[in-house]
């Protein structure tokens, strides 16, 4: 059974930074991060393979990396805005996926991100 932990998160102001890190307990193909605010469907904020990819929301100011030795994601979060608050899910796969979260056979538990205006 893969376990995707996650670690990270926390209240913010506007303007600042937080990290989010997800440990995979196997090798994947695609890791990705999404998040979901209350009343909100699920969405894509970026993906990693080989390449990276991002939704035009957080294009810019959010970046994703990874960490091949260790089968961990991280998800760099700059500039944050009060519109950012969500719980924030990392995915993954072990074969290309791309922004639709049912492509994802993979999830953590969640995490909170809050930011205050």
């Known amino acids: 059974q893969v376990q995707l932990v996650e670690s990270g998160g926390g209240l913010v102001q506007a303007g600042g930074s937080l990290r989010l890190s997800c440990a995979a307990s196997?090798?994947?193909?695609?890791m990705a991060w999404f998040r979901q605010a209350p009343g909100k469907e699920r969405e894509f904020v970026g993906a990693i393979t080989k390449n990276t990819y991002y939704a035009d929301s957080v294009k810019g100011r959010f970046t994703v990396s990874r960490d091949n030795a260790k089968n961990t994601v991280y998800l760099q979060m700059n500039s944050l805005k009060p519109e950012d608050t969500a719980v924030y899910y990392c995915?993954?796969?072990?074969?290309?996926?791309?922004?639709?979260?049912?492509?994802?056979?993979?999830w953590g538990q969640g995490t909170q991100v809050t930011v205050s205006s």
């Open positions: 995915a993954a796969t072990k074969r290309y996926s791309g922004t639709n979260y049912r492509e994802y056979d993979y």
């Open positions: 196997d090798r994947m193909y695609t």
